[in-house]
Antibody, heavy 119, light 112 residues
């Protein structure tokens, strides 16, 4: 059974760096074709893809946020970490992590974590 | 800002067929697979369709996907009250040096 869970601060101040951790179980991030991605959703708005890390440590980023994002993995700890620098109130959103394997992009999702950016 | 355009809303009565469109370009839908996600109120999205028209295990065959050129569609036949949700299309985009994933603008389906 594949599960993912996001964790991190619920409130960050403008200009701070956000660090989110996705802890997963039920699969290995060293298996060929597997990846974990991050997606966010501002309140009442659409989904926005942020980043994806593959089993071979290849990484993909949203071009509009690339300069602010870093995604890393700890295969042994079964965690994927996303950092986003220079947070702004417009970054207030629910942040999800999700599993992908082969052509099944984001077939399992975490419950999401709401991050509010405010002074 | 999404490069995949969907109508903001769609509706139907129980039992009807509802179709949602997703318009893109040659760099995304035109050259890559299309995915569809369903997001029930207050919950995380759920993968509904992958590889244009394939359903993951457990997804009812009332949901079907299709693609033609730079556009795609999701059809819900035999509409049910539990289908009331937001629906998003998605695809990889190859327009830049590094591919990136893009979601559509989303469509809210209301069951009248």
């Amino acid at each position: 059974q594949i599960t993912l869970k996001e964790s991190g601060p619920t409130l960050v101040k403008p200009t701070q760096t956000l660090t989110l951790t996705c802890t997963f179980s039920g699969f290995s991030l060293s298996t060929s074709g597997v990846g974990v991605g991050w997606i966010r959703q501002p309140p009442g708005k659409a989904l926005e893809w942020l980043a994806l890390i593959y089993w071979d440590d290849d990484k993909r980023y949203s071009p509009s946020l690339k300069s602010r994002l870093t995604i890393t993995k700890d295969t042994s700890e079964k965690q994927v970490v996303l950092t986003m620098t220079n947070m702004d109130p417009v970054d207030t959103a629910t942040y999800y992590c999700a599993h992908r394997s082969g052509d099944l992009h984001f077939d399992y999702w975490g419950q999401g974590t709401l991050v509010t950016v405010s002074s | 800002q999404s490069v995949l355009t969907q109508p903001p809303s769609a509706s139907g009565t129980p039992g009807q067929r509802v179709t949602i469109s997703c318009s893109g370009s040659s760099s995304n839908i035109g050259g890559n697979y299309v995915y569809w996600y369903q997001q029930l109120p207050g919950t995380a999205p759920k993968l509904l369709i992958y590889r244009n028209n394939q359903r993951p295990s457990g997804v009812p065959d009332r949901f079907s996907g299709s693609k033609s050129g730079t556009s795609a569609s999701l059809a819900i036949s035999g509409l049910r009250s539990e289908d009331e949700a937001d629906y998003y299309c998605a695809a990889w985009d190859d327009s830049l040096s590094s591919p990136y994933y893009v979601f559509g603008t989303g469509t809210k389906v209301t069951v009248l």
